[in-house]
Nanobody
């Protein structure tokens, strides 16, 4: 069994910063990708940014240059540093982690419970 737990959401004024964290624990042989998605009210869930096991990152155009995804391999933790936040960044942010539970098992993708980020104008 795998647990994915996020923390760090909250309310911030436009132009401010927040840092989200997400830790995976449990039956983990190897972690593949780690990343963040978000879902605003009335909209579909969308990619924010991901980081591969090799450290390569990928960002949505709307956050590139403002958000940074990083990871701590030893702690199976991924971070999302969000700077210069805008009201349109308001959403529930979800952590996603691709995990191999064993040497010969397929990859399973696990999701956190979500954390609310609200940016006031």
């Amino acid at each position: 069994q795998v647990h994915v737990v996020e923390s760090g959401g909250g309310l911030v004024q436009a132009g401010g910063s927040l840092r989200l964290s997400c830790a995976a624990s449990g039956s983990i042989y190897r972690v593949d990708f780690m990343g963040w998605y978000r879902q605003a009210p009335g909209k579909q869930r969308e990619l924010v940014g991901t980081i591969s096991s090799g450290g390569s990152t990928n960002y949505a155009d709307s956050v590139a240059g403002r958000f940074t995804v990083s990871r701590d391999e030893a702690q199976n933790t991924v971070f999302l540093q969000m700077n210069n936040l805008k009201p349109e960044d308001t959403a529930v942010y979800y952590c996603a982690v691709g995990i191999f539970n064993g040497r010969h098992s397929p990859r399973y993708d696990y999701w956190g419970q979500g954390t609310q980020v609200t940016v006031s104008s």
